[in-house]
């Protein structure tokens, strides 16, 4: 089975500090992506990344910033966390484009 | 812009029922769709994906259906059991390539499902 694994289920930062969100896949998927989640406005997608160093912006990328040095890895980081960042981070990979996508169980974020 | 609707945003049903999810799109131009379930707190657990080409795709109780024409994807539970009780939402990604549309998957709101005994 895909395993995606978040570093935390929750975290409660200060406005201010630089905030890092870690994935990580054990399936060699080409693919991973950050969104978040918030009641009202669905799932937005943050960035993405198609392989290794390369990554394209989504819907919503002011204020996050990312990084991809090994395949199976995928940081979200907030350079300075503000509380309207306050949200649900759900973390993604899959294969390809073309095949199922698998989530993580979730970053539960707090900025106060 | 790709837009997804799931119609009801609610739906609260007496256990053995069997129901219907819809999802619509905006754009019928897409690569494939995929359903999720999500309960609460928690991450996305993903339940079919069915291809552009594709008509529909089944697992177990769970009967997905695709018309790529008409926009829409419906979800079907069968014999529906508290267990089901979860957000189910529906994601298409679409077709065309370059930019950053490619490979990204668009969301709906989401129905929230509750069954009871």
């Known amino acids: 089975d895909v395993k995606v694994t978040q570093s935390s289920r929750y975290l409660v930062k200060r406005t201010g500090e630089k905030v890092f969100l870690e994935c990580v896949q054990d399936?060699?998927?080409?693919?991973m992506f950050w969104y978040r989640q918030d009641p009202g406005l669905g799932l937005r997608l943050i960035y993405f990344?198609?392989?290794?160093?390369?990554?394209e912006k989504g819907d919503i990328p002011e204020g996050y910033s990312v990084s991809r040095e090994k395949k199976e890895r995928f940081s979200l980081i907030l350079e300075s966390a503000s509380t309207n960042q306050t949200s649900m981070y759900l973390c993604?990979?899959?294969?390809?484009?073309?095949?199922?996508?698998?989530f993580g169980q979730g970053t539960r974020l707090t900025v106060v | 812009k790709q837009e997804v609707t799931q119609i009801p945003a609610a739906l609260s049903v007496p256990e053995g029922e069997n129901l219907v999810l819809n999802c619509s799109f905006t754009?019928?131009?897409?690569?494939?769709l995929q359903w999720f379930r999500q309960d609460p707190g928690k991450g996305l657990t993903s339940l079919l994906l069915?291809?552009?080409?594709?008509r529909e795709q089944t697992s177990g109780r769970l009967n997905a259906s695709l018309d790529k024409s008409s926009g829409r994807s419906t979800l079907y539970i069968a014999a529906s059991q508290p267990g089901d009780s979860a957000t189910y939402l529906c994601?298409?990604?679409?077709?065309?390539?370059?930019?950053?549309?490619?490979?990204?998957?668009?969301f709906g709101q989401g129905t929230i499902l509750t069954v009871h005994p």
């Open positions: 990344s198609y392989d290794v160093k390369m990554k």
């Open positions: 399936m060699d998927h080409e693919n």
């Open positions: 754009d019928s131009a897409i690569y494939n």
């Open positions: 994601a298409v990604r679409l077709y065309n390539a370059g930019g950053t549309s490619y490979g990204k998957l668009t």
């Open positions: 069915i291809q552009s080409s594709q």
């Open positions: 993604a990979s899959r294969l390809h484009p073309g095949t199922e996508a698998f």
